[in-house]
């Protein structure tokens, strides 16, 4: 399929294919109590407001949450690099039965729920014409995406719903949260390495800006910067893309100019916020239930101060900015899958650490301390697990009674949680366990590596940030975050390789 066919295949797009009503739908029998997810009442309390009066984000009801088809989980096959496909493998999937894999019917112990919780994860929730993979492939190869051992792309998936149907499988949690190293050892739940071109690659310039426009649209603010890309043809939209590097992504509610890093699943268990500007709460499972399933799709029903997001590219045309699709034409996960996922979440492990304790890093350790660091990276954790405001945001008195709140301003770059959908006014203070193998740091991702983010000359205008630096932008400021700036080279030295040891 080529061209035009396969641009209005991508048409249907991501949108369509994320609420896209199963065709092989089957029910599974549940044989297990689990937390209900769209509970009202806990979502009214467990997602944060944006940093501006009068725009009350409210959630879709749980009535017609619970209207959406529920989600069929299907066995997921690896995709190949080009180079690395067996001989006639496509063939041979297109002979293969579908395979249901999950059934809450047959889960029993822990474990069984955990490795079911897997197969959610890694299952695709927009489903492409098989075609697909060849532009995937160039864009992973383009942009230096590497190739895990085993010759696979983690990130994507095949899906056989119905014989002889071979489907390209896209937007699983671990397209995006699944981290290859350079040497190819892949770490499940770390910070992703996915293109952000891969994500919601424009079919033609009219779907591409309303995709665009639905995905970061901010209805409260002044000069939206989506409003700039209404006047952008596909090129200059994917030029922006691209200067995302890997680890970084415009997740929706994000923007195209503000990306923010994709953070570090593993330990997320322990985090009490979720989101770099603590969008949510984390009190329980069932609050990691809502995060994926409002992540998902479903807070794209979501009413931001009247404007629901999903309307401009719902699967029925000509929707107002305020209505929402017939709940039946969507899908959403199971509250067993969601269940699962979360237990499956909680259960991953971080790599074995091959940077031992040693002289320098002990010294590093007395840095740490001498400097004030514990006091927001708090041992074991490394996370006191509050919030932070962002220059210019008052804090509500009423915040000072619900949240946990270091009052200090660490000065970072406001934009993100100040002028996003995403945005609380705040940041919250990230974990720093398992920094040796992620990168890069900062909200958005602006420096690569810990040395480029304690050298003082980050703060500088002229400086060229080794990260995320932005669409058309030569050099700029990593303002903020003054602590350890002013170490002796060998105090940083010593600092860094302790923080390796995390
Ligand atoms: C398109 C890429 C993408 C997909 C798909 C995706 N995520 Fe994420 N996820 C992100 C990004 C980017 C963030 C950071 C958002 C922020 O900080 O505002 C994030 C944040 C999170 C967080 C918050 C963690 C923290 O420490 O703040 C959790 C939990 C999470 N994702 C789980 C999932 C699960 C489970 C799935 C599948 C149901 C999923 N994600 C699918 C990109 C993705
Ligand atoms: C007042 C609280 C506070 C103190 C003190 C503090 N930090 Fe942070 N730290 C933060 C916050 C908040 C961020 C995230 C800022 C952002 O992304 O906008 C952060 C980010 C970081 C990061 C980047 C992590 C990532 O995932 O992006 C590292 C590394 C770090 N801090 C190390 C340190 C070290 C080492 C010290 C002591 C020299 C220190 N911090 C002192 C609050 C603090």
């Given at each position: 399929m080529q061209g035009k066919v396969l641009f209005d295949a991508i048409a249907r797009g991501v949108f369509a294919a994320l609420f896209a009503a199963d065709l092989f739908s089957l029910v599974p029998a549940y044989a297990q109590a689990v937390p209900k997810t769209w509970d009202e009442r806990a979502l009214e309390t467990g997602v944060i407001q944006p940093p501006?009066?009068?725009?009350?984000?409210?959630?879709?009801?749980?009535?017609?949450?619970?209207?959406?088809?529920?989600?069929?989980?299907?066995?997921?096959?690896?995709?190949?690099?080009s180079k690395r496909e067996p001989p006639g493998y496509l063939e041979k999937l297109a002979l293969a039965e579908p395979e249901v894999v999950f059934d809450a019917g047959k889960l029993h112990t822990e474990q069984d729920w955990i490795g079911a919780g897997k197969q959610v994860f890694r299952y695709p929730i927009g489903l492409f014409p098989v075609d697909m993979l060849a532009v995937w492939r160039t864009i992973m190869e383009r942009t230096g995406v590497p190739v895990a051992r085993d010759g696979t792309y983690p990130h994507l998936s095949i899906v056989v719903p119905k014989k002889g149907v071979v489907m390209a499988g896209f937007l699983s949690c671990a397209t995006c949260h699944t981290r290859i190293q350079p040497d190819g050892s892949v770490i499940e739940g770390g910070q992703g390495t996915v293109p952000d071109l891969l994500l919601g690659f424009p079919p033609d310039v009219q779907i591409a800006r309303a995709f665009q426009r639905a995905l970061f649209r901010v209805p409260w603010i002044d000069n939206d910067p989506i409003d700039r890309v209404q006047k952008m043809s596909i090129d200059e939209?994917?030029?922006?893309?691209?200067?995302?590097?890997?680890?970084?992504?415009?997740?929706?509610?994000?923007?195209?100019?503000?990306?923010?890093q994709i953070p570090d699943l593993i330990g997320v268990r322990e985090r009490r916020y979720l989101d770099r500007t603590g969008l949510m709460r984390h009190r329980d499972i069932g609050d990691m239930m809502r995060y994926a399933a409002l992540n998902q799709g479903a807070d794209m029903l979501s009413d931001y101060a009247g404007y629901r997001p999903v309307a401009g590219v719902a699967p029925v045309a000509g929707l107002k900015d305020d209505h929402l699709p017939p709940p039946e034409a969507l899908e959403r996960y199971s509250d067993p899958q969601l269940f699962a996922l979360a237990k499956y979440v909680y259960s991953l492990a971080p790599p074995p650490n091959p940077n031992g304790i040693t002289d320098p890093s002990r010294r590093?350790?007395?840095?740490?301390?001498?400097?004030?660091?514990?006091?927001?990276?708090?041992?074991?954790l490394y996370n006191s697990n509050k919030l932070t405001p962002a220059r210019g945001f008052?804090?509500?008195?009423?915040?000072?009674?619900?949240?946990?709140?270091?009052?200090?301003?660490?000065?970072?770059?406001?934009?993100?949680?100040?002028?996003?959908?995403?945005?609380?006014?705040?940041?919250?203070?990230?974990?720093?366990?398992?920094?040796?193998?992620?990168?890069?740091?900062?909200?958005?991702?602006?420096?690569?590596?810990?040395?480029?983010?304690?050298?003082?000359?980050?703060l500088r205008s002229d400086y060229v940030p080794t990260g995320f630096r932005g669409f058309g932008v030569e050099h700029r400021a990593v303002p903020g975050h003054p602590f350890g700036l002013n170490l002796s080279a060998d105090d940083k030295a010593a600092l860094i390789a302790f923080l390796k040891t995390l």
């Open positions: 501006v009066a009068h725009a009350p984000v409210k959630h879709i009801p749980a009535d017609y949450y619970y209207r959406m088809r529920e989600r069929v989980i299907y066995r997921t096959y690896p995709v190949y690099s939209i994917n030029a922006i893309k691209a200067a995302m590097p890997l680890g970084v992504v415009a997740r929706h509610g994000t923007s195209l100019f503000t990306p923010v590093g350790e007395a840095v740490f301390a001498r400097e004030g660091c514990a006091r927001c990276h708090t041992p074991p008052e804090i509500p008195e009423e915040h000072r009674r619900t949240y946990e709140i270091e009052p200090t301003i660490v000065g970072t770059d406001t934009d993100l949680t100040m002028r996003t959908r995403r945005g609380t006014g705040y940041y919250k203070i990230p974990s720093l366990l398992g920094v040796w193998y992620r990168g890069p740091f900062e909200h958005s991702g602006s420096v690569a590596t810990l040395e480029d983010w304690f050298d003082a000359k980050r």
